[in-house]
């Protein structure tokens, strides 16, 4: 399931640093809500600029709370603008986070993510519903150990999530999703 929320409720154009925390407290709200596997959808249809402060508070804290607070649920960004695309970026890259941004069907990873997380992160939605470190692990190529690796990094990031599965020899393993 997803709820929505229209950034641009609070406006075209976001500023300051106590602007994002009224619209942070919300969306904590919000996520507090959402059962696992939920997303909350930040649309940004309409927002033609903001400013680091508003990015840093806003998205730097809730992407940062992501894994501990809200765990097994995902924040989903969607109709960036190229030049707001670019100034969430650049705000996410200099907080080391990651976001994911769907645009249309597709989605991505937006922010500071090594090439190796970002092709993992794609053969998980690519597979469309839970996958296994083994199936990853063939379908790119790498031993069992970095695969493993990759998914603890995307799973502490709340890029994903990991639930426990039953494999066909009747062994508990865990399989990986994204936004289900």
Do not use: C
């Not at 009224?22 to 903001?50: H, P, Q, T």
């Not at 840093?56 to 989903?76: Q, T």
């Not at 989605?107 to 970002?118: A, F, N, R, S, Y």
């Amino acid at each position: 399931m997803e709820q929505s929320y229209a950034l641009i409720e609070e406006g075209k154009h976001l500023w300051t640093r106590e602007k994002a925390r009224g619209i942070r407290e919300k969306m904590s709200g919000m996520l507090d809500g959402l059962a696992l596997g939920d997303a909350l959808v930040i649309d940004m249809k309409g927002i033609e600029v903001f400013d680091f402060s508003f990015a840093n508070e806003l998205f730097g804290k809730l992407l940062m709370a992501l894994p501990n607070d809200y765990v097994g649920r995902f924040i989903v960004i969607e109709h960036l603008t190229d030049y707001t695309r670019e100034n969430l970026e650049k705000a996410l890259e200099s907080l080391g986070l990651v976001a994911i941004e769907r645009k249309g069907k597709k989605i991505e990873l937006l922010g500071k993510v090594h090439p190796t997380d970002q092709a993992t992160f794609k053969s998980i939605v690519r597979a469309a519903g839970p996958v296994t470190a083994a199936e990853l692990k063939e379908k790119l190529d790498v031993n069992l150990n970095a695969m493993n690796e990759r998914l603890n990094k995307l799973t502490g990031l709340g890029l994903i999530r990991r639930v426990k599965g039953v494999s066909p020899a009747g062994r508990e393993q865990y399989e990986y999703r994204v936004l289900s």
